[in-house]
């Protein structure tokens, strides 16, 4: 069974930065896609990155696009979110996810497996 925990979010100013991590477990990850969305209060989930265990291939949401990195670390089996210049609006509740397959897809419905999320609240 796969598991997902997230760790490392927390409240930050805007223009700070914050790395979350997600400790995967449960197999091996070969042939996965591992992302990150988020969750707003009053708001749908929303896409924000992810990437190709094998390859490294990423895709990002316009909206964090040249001011978040994300990337894998095999020998940890860990996936990280680094967030910088963070605004008031990134506010939310993040989640990891994975699925089986080699595409980098932003839809909500093809991720298996979620993490419990973690809050990143960014002040004013």
């Known amino acids: 069974q796969v598991q997902l925990l997230e760790s490392g979010g927390g409240l930050v100013q805007a223009g700070g930065s914050l790395r979350l991590s997600c400790a995967a477990s449960?197999?091996?990850?070969?042939?996965?896609?591992m992302g990150w969305f988020r969750q707003a209060p009053g708001k749908e989930r929303e896409f924000v990155a992810a990437i190709v265990w094998n390859n490294g291939r990423t895709h990002y949401a316009d909206f964090v696009k040249g001011r978040s990195t994300i990337s894998r670390d095999n020998a940890k089996n860990t996936v990280y979110l680094q967030l910088n210049s963070l605004k008031p609006e990134d506010t939310a509740v993040y989640y990891c996810?994975?699925?089986?397959?080699?595409?980098?897809?932003?839809?909500?419905?093809?991720?298996?497996?979620w993490g419990q999320g973690t809050q990143v609240t960014v002040s004013s």
């Open positions: 996810v994975s699925r089986v397959g080699e595409n980098p897809y932003i839809n909500t419905g093809v991720y298996s497996y």
């Open positions: 449960g197999r091996t990850f070969s042939g996965y896609t």
